[in-house]
């Protein structure tokens, strides 16, 4: 049997090892974060360099530097990040298929929602990335009216600019995809979920999908904790400064974040089990005799009780969030995790300060 040239190549090692790297990428938003840094900065040097040649260097050449690498940074991640949101919403919903009613159209729409993987393409998110990239790079660096005072072949800021711009698009979209989607399960949660006070294990997708969210939340914000500490002895003084302050700040603010994405998609089932907590242990109180009526009772049947009051007892004690003790422990470990990136980037900025001092 002959085999095609394109098969041969499909099946050569090296072709095997490339594809194998895409994947790893692709299930890695941290590692595609790092590629797109090292890619665009490599291009985006290569192109100030050309720049620097035709007499149009840039004028904040550290800066630009420093902004390309973490603007694609972002940009890589948001691309790994958003297709694995997407897949982990299709096992929650893998998982609740038995509790959920088909019948009911509202069911049919939310569950199509996660039936891709891919992310929807907003346009109007283009618009918009295009409106902050002016704003900010006119506000931060007078960057377009010095192109109209002075029209220059800048390349390698046109390369940040075009940066600048894919990110914020990108990151908006994947703003209001995973706003929305976390939304929607929240009200899959809420009004299309049947519970099963007995059986609450049943519920822990939502509290796993809370955990994704919560770990992709994570994983940025130590990227971008390590990063900045990493490059600011490559900066100067000035610049290395507001780039710690400016990380630590964003380790608080993506604590938050990362606590809030865990909890939001939560919230419609924790109602819902609220909701049948309540239901139950006000049919349990119904079966009780009155307060006036119940020491007559007991004294004549003293197991008259038991059963009611244990059920009830036992109804009250089922936890509200569908969250198990482990996940909320892989939550607290997950916390730690920009934490100490921060600390180990700390003492390797020390030891290259060191080398550069030397």
Known sequence: MRVS???????????????GYLRLIRSSPALAGISFAIVGSVIWFLLEQGAIFLGAGSQQLP??????????????????????????????????????????????????????????????TFI???CLTVFLQELQFARFSQWLAQPDFALGEIWTVLTAWATWSLGLAATIVVVTDAAAMRHLGRDHVSVDLMRIEQLTGFSRYGLQLATTVIGLMALWAVSLVLISPFVG?????????????????????????????????????????????????????????????????????????????????????????????RLAFYLLVPLLSWSAAALVEEIISRMLTN
């Open 237 to 329: 003084p000035d610049l290395a400064e507001k780039s710690r302050s400016i990380g630590l700040f964003l380790v608080l603010v993506y604590v938050t974040l990362a606590i809030t994405v865990f909890s939001f998609p939560q919230l419609g089932i924790r109602e819902r089990i609220r909701t049948e907590k309540a239901r139950i242990c006000n049919e349990l109180t119904n079966l009780l005799p009155s307060s006036r009526d119940i020491v007559e009772q007991v004294d004549a049947n003293p197991s008259l009780l038991a059963g009611p009051l244990t059920a009830r007892a036992m109804i009250q004690d089922v936890p509200e969030w569908p969250a198990g003790q482990l996940t909320q422990l």
């Open 5 to 19: 040239q394109k098969r041969l190549e499909l099946l050569s090692p090296t072709n095997k090892s490339q594809n």
């Open 128 to 130: 918009v990335g295009a």
């Open 63 to 124: 800066l630009d530097g420093m902004l390309v690498l973490l603007l694609s940074m972002q940009l890589g991640y948001f691309v790994a990040a958003l297709p694995l949101l997407r897949a982990a919403g299709q096992r929650c919903i893998a998982e609740l298929r038995p509790l959920l009613d088909y019948s009911d159209p509202a069911v049919v729409t939310l569950i199509k929602r996660f039936d891709t993987s891919r992310p929807p393409v907003l346009r109007i």
